[in-house]
C-alpha cells in the first residue's frame, strides 16, 4: 500500500501514535493505513499544519489520545474547513484494529464502528 | 487559595496543563487570559472542550484578567492562569500582582532559539522576560510537575 492510501492519522503526545502504529503492524500488517505524528515534535500551528498535509493526502479520521490535548484542539481546527473530517479522541488499539480490519465505509460510519469496538475493549477484572 | 500557576504556554489549554498540573493540584479553574480568544466564541468553544465537566474555564483578554484577577485568587478552589506568550503575561503582570511565572512551553518559530526541549525565545522575548523580572517576578521554566525547575537566569 502507498503513502496515498493513508486513511487515518494518529496524533498523540510521546510515542503513542508510533506504538499503536507498531502494534497494528504485528497484529495485522496494515500499519500504512496509518500516519503516526507525535506533538512532541511540533508547536501547535506546525501540528495544524501537518494534519492538514495528511488530509489533502486523504486521511479521513484523525485519532488522539486524549480529547483535550493539543492534537485534538489541531484536529478541530482542521474540522473547520474540512466538514467531512472525524475526529476520534481516546484511541485505543481495538478501535484502530476495527478501523483497519473493518468493512469499508464512509468516515462517519467507520469512526462509529471504532469507538463502539475500543469502548468495548476497555475493562477491569480482578482485585479481590 | 492562591493561584498555584501563572503559566506561559503557546498551547493553551492541552493535557501537561489540564492533566499534568491539574490533576495533582487539584485545579478547579483554568483563567485563559488572551485578547484573541476572549473576543471568538469559535475559540472559545474549542477550548471548552479540552477541559474535564468538572474544571471551569474563564476567559479574558488582559483588562478583563485585570479586574478579575482577585476573585480568581479568592476562590476556594486551586486555580491556573494561562496565558500563550510573554507579552501577554507582562502586561496582565503590570496591572496585578504576580509573584512567580511559570514558562511552560514556547516552541520553536522563526528567529527562535532553543533553550530548552520546549522553550524557543528570540531576543526580543529574552528582553522581555528579563524586564519581567526585572520588576520583582520570580521567572522559572518547567513543563511538568516532576520536571526540572530552571530559574531565569540557567534558561537565558
Known amino acids: 500500500m502507498s503513502e496515498k492510501a493513508i486513511r487515518g492519522v494518529i496524533v498523540g503526545h510521546g510515542d503513542f501514535a508510533a506504538g499503536l502504529v507498531s502494534a497494528v503492524q504485528q497484529i495485522c500488517g496494515l500499519a500504512d493505513v496509518f500516519a503516526a505524528v507525535s506533538n512532541r515534535e511540533y508547536p501547535a500551528q506546525e501540528l495544524e499544519r501537518v494534519l492538514r498535509e495528511h488530509v489533502a493526502r486523504g486521511a479521513e479520521i484523525v485519532f488522539t489520545d486524549l480529547p483535550g490535548g493539543s492534537a485534538a484542539t489541531a484536529a478541530r481546527r482542521v474540522m473547520r474547513d474540512n466538514p467531512g473530517l472525524v475526529l476520534v479522541t481516546g484511541a485505543n488499539l481495538a478501535a484502530l484494529l476495527e478501523f483497519a480490519l473493518g468493512e469499508r465505509c464512509g468516515p462517519a460510519d467507520a469512526a462509529r464502528t471504532a469507538v463502539e469496538k475500543g469502548r468495548s475493549a476497555i475493562s477491569s477484572s480482578g482485585g479481590e | 487559595m492562591p493561584i498555584v500557576l501563572h503559566r506561559i504556554d503557546d498551547r493553551l489549554i ?8 491539574g490533576r495533582p493540584s487539584g485545579v478547579g479553574f483554568i483563567a485563559l487570559v488572551d485578547d484573541t480568544v476572549a473576543a471568538s466564541e469559535w475559540e472559545q468553544e474549542l477550548y ?7 474544571m471551569t474555564l474563564y476567559f479574558a483578554d488582559v483588562e478583563a484578567a485585570a479586574r478579575q484577577h482577585a476573585l480568581w485568587e479568592s476562590d476556594p478552589r486551586p486555580g491556573i492562569v494561562l496565558a500563550a506568550d510573554i507579552d501577554t503575561m507582562r502586561r496582565l503582570a503590570a496591572l496585578v500582582a504576580i509573584a512567580e511565572v511559570n514558562v511552560g ?14 522553550v524557543f525565545l528570540s531576543q526580543d522575548e529574552e528582553r522581555s522576560l528579563r524586564a519581567l523580572a526585572d520588576t520583582g517576578v520570580r521567572i522559572s521554566a518547567q513543563d511538568v510537575p516532576g520536571g526540572k525547575t530552571v530559574e531565569l537566569e540557567e534558561l537565558l
Do not use: C, D
Not at chain 2, 492541552?14 to 498540573?21: C, R, Y
Not at chain 2, 472542550?49 to 468538572?54: F, K, S
Not at chain 2, 512551553?105 to 520546549?118: N, S
Open chain 2, 14 to 21: 492541552h493535557g501537561q496543563v489540564v492533566v499534568g498540573w
Open chain 2, 48 to 54: 471548552r472542550m479540552g477541559v474535564p465537566p468538572e
Open chain 2, 105 to 118: 512551553g514556547i516552541h520553536h518559530a522563526p528567529g527562535r532559539t532553543q533553550r530548552l526541549r520546549y
